[in-house]
């Protein structure tokens, strides 16, 4: 998917058992969702109705898939390009948005019924790995390709480190996330969901190498930091073979959107405990060992290095097995906020999982509370350290029609920043683990509806801001993806992905977390509920 080459890079550089039926009720411990006026909701609801209308623009008539993104270049009225493309992550955003749209009345119950099951059985007939998507397909025809607008991968007989044998990690954890939530809203169509679930096993992505007390093993290939979750799965290519590891990465910073994939891999008993445990909040320090200290990576290239925080021993509640975990934090410059960074500062890296996972009701110490956090980052840099008048930074369309995106987020590239060897003389005092890999002049609408669920009256404040300074940003299908806060310059492109946030977002906000609610009803949600609930992070 075309969001995660920045997390991608970061990781490259780094190299007695709770019963399913532990989720029965709770769905009844997700929190009431409260914050907002019946006129706040009335105006919402009006978004949610523009925002729906967009998918009859964009999912192909005749193979029922969801487009990347369709172009209104100028703002026309019209559509003026199509992104005929699709992936794992799209197809199960666009789940959400279906099941969103029901919850909301914005369509009856058979019809959401029949437009699921008319995407569901066409993503039966398509290419599968062990019942994960591929990479890319074509929404004309259902083929796999390369890249957009590249060959067919029916070319490719030969297995190759490209995307056509490539199946990523994150991206089928949304497409799971997306079957989850169907299964649990419109259970008339849990025979066709399992039968696309069920052959799916997320133990494909654990590297399940041996394990020490340090960050990493010196003692295998690479230096591994075994016990986390590959980027994804090269088909006929296994890590474990010759040197196949070199073309693999670990997603080993959990606070990102792949965690989604941690969720459901445990919870569905596909990967131990040790994947949450061993995968790190914030890039650590050497582990407290003598034998760890010239093996572990160096990251006091990070964006903020030396960082305040402790080592905390936890115990798997699955296996019993003990975890030194590093619980650090960043701390906003001149103030006492304390947050977990993201990889390069985007909202979606930190709050896309509470689209579904009710991390703001089950993790008040750990991930629910990183979840505000980011928000209240977002809010005080780019409002008062920036001077912008609107937030909400994150990967997304560029601001103008040339179809482009680009990585963009909250980094504190405007804080003093060293690099390597940085210590407490000269630290460095950034927003994200890394340091350039965004720029801070973009701002897209789907971040504010990410924050809702934490912070409802400032971010409903900036919808508001953003619709009333940037009128050309809103048209009939809702917000397009990004404005320029300086120049006022629009993105007039819709982007599937970034739409479906804003339906799963309005979903949580207006229907009482619905969208949180039905995740919470499957018994996969065990695992969340169990890790969410244990962990207490440091800050506060």
């Known amino acids: ?146 890249n957009p607008g590249d060959i067919d991968c029916s070319v490719e007989t030969t297995p190759t480190f490209d995307n056509c044998y490539f199946v990523s990690n994150v991206d089928n954890g949304w497409y799971a996330s997306g079957l989850i939530v169907v299964r649990e809203a419109m259970p008339e169509l849990k025979h066709l969901v399992d039968s696309l679930l069920s052959p799916m096993n997320f133990g494909l992505f654990y590297d399940n190498g041996p394990e020490t007390h340090c960050n990493t093993n010196p003692n295998v290939p690479g230096n591994q930091p075994t016990g986390q979750m590959f980027g994804g799965y090269y088909v006929g290519l296994p890590p474990s073979q010759g040197d196949n590891w070199e073309h693999y990465y670990h997603n ?42 010239a093996t572990d990576p160096d990251f006091s290239w990070q964006g903020q290095w030396p960082m305040g925080g402790h080592w905390q021993t936890y115990a798997d509640p699955q296996s019993g097995q003990q975890f030194l975990v590093w619980e650090g934090h960043y701390t906003y410059p001149g103030s006492d906020l304390t947050f977990i960074p993201t990889y390069s500062g985007g909202m979606f890296e930190a709050l896309m999982a509470n689209e579904v996972v009710p991390e703001t009701s089950w993790g008040p110490n750990s991930f629910g509370l990183a979840d505000l956090r980011s928000a209240e980052v977002q809010i005080q840099y780019a409002t008062q350290k920036l001077g912008y008048s609107v937030w909400g930074m994150s990967p997304s369309s560029t601001a103008d029609d040339s179809g482009d995106y680009g990585s963009f987020g909250v980094e504190g590239l405007t804080f003093p920043y060293y690099g390597t060897g940085a210590n407490a003389e000269h630290p460095n005092e950034g927003l994200s683990q890394c340091h350039g890999c965004a720029t801070e002049d973009v701002v897209t609408p789907y971040a504010s509806f990410l924050a809702l669920d934490v912070v409802p009256r400032q971010a409903y404040a900036n919808i508001q801001n953003l619709r009333s300074l940037y009128p050309g940003l809103y048209g009939s299908d809702g917000f397009f993806d990004a404005v320029s806060p300086t120049t006022g310059a629009v993105g007039h492109r819709y982007l599937v992905l970034d739409q479906s946030m804003i339906m799963a977002s309005l979903d949580n906000a207006l229907q009482n977390r619905a969208m949180q609610r039905h995740f919470a009803d499957d018994p996969v949600s065990w695992a969340a509920r169990t890790y969410l609930s244990m962990e207490t992070m440091s800050i506060r």
């Not at 999912?59 to 990347?68: G, Y």
């Not at 596909?270 to 790190?280: A, E, I, L």
């Open 252 to 293: 080993g910073a959990l606070y990102s959107d792949p965690r989604i994939s941690a969720y459901i891999g445990m919870g569905l008993r596909q990967m131990p405990g040790n994947v949450w445990w061993r995968s790190w909040r914030e890039l650590p320090p050497p582990a407290p060992y003598p034998d760890c200290q």
């Open 1 to 146: 998917m075309r969001r995660w080459p920045v997390a991608a890079a970061l990781i490259a550089l780094t190299l007695a058992p709770l019963q399913a039926s532990a989720a029965g009720g709770a769905a009844s411990s997700v929190e009431n969702y409260g914050g907002l006026t019946s006129a706040q909701q009335a105006n919402l609801f009006s978004i949610a109705r523009a925002t729906w209308h967009f998918y009859s623009a964009d999912v192909d008539p005749n193979t029922h898939l969801p487009m990347d993104n369709v172009t209104f270049a100028g703002g026309s009225s019209t559509p003026t390009a199509h992104g005929d493309y699709t992936s794992a992550a799209d197809i199960g955003v666009y789940l959400w948005a279906v099941v969103a749209a029901n919850d909301l009345g914005l369509i009856r119950r058979p019809q959401a019924d029949a437009l699921l099951e008319s995407t569901l059985t066409e993503v039966q007939t398509l290419k599968r790995y062990d019942g994960f998507l591929y990479q890319w397909y074509d929404t004309t025809n259902g083929d796999t390709i390369r």
